[in-house]
């Protein structure tokens, strides 16, 4: 389902998401809510509290709609390591119309609970790099425009 997404500066865009003790049917259910949202407003990533869920859920497609897009649902990411740096000019379906440059690791590695609340490790690069970082800034509360 095509959920409401919060824009800046909505309180809960401000507050700190929480871990998901089990990824269950009701985690698959926010994460297709997530993918189904995040599509329909043209974006590669979102984080559940963008929809008004404070929980560390976040989606990403960096290549939607396309024959190699390969959607990716993270539950409880954790970015364990950071190499190198890249600036992006980023945007967030959150603050409509804005993007700015915004300094950000090039390489990460991040650990994750797949939909199937299978622990994951993926190293990412590039946008995914830089998406997976957004995303989960989402979770802290923080917006990619704190960091300018
Ligand atoms: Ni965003």
Known sequence: ???????????????????????????RALIKDLFDSMYAADGVGLAAPQ?????????????????????LAMVNPEILTYEG????????????GEAEDVDRAAIITVRFLDEQGVEQTLKCEGLL????????????GTMFVDHI
């Not at 790099?129 to 802290?140: C, N």
């Open 85 to 96: 740096k890249i600036e992006y000019k980023e945007g967030c379906l959150s603050i409509p």
């Open 1 to 27: 389902m095509v959920r409401e997404i919060l824009v800046w500066p909505h309180p809960v865009l401000k507050q700190k998401a929480h871990p998901v003790t089990t990824v269950d049917d009701s985690t």
């Open 51 to 71: 929809i008004g869920v404070l929980k560390n859920v976040i989606v990403l497609d960096t290549t939607p709609r396309q024959p190699e897009a390969k959607p």
């Open 129 to 140: 790099a830089i998406a997976v970082q957004h995303e989960t800034d989402h979770l802290k």
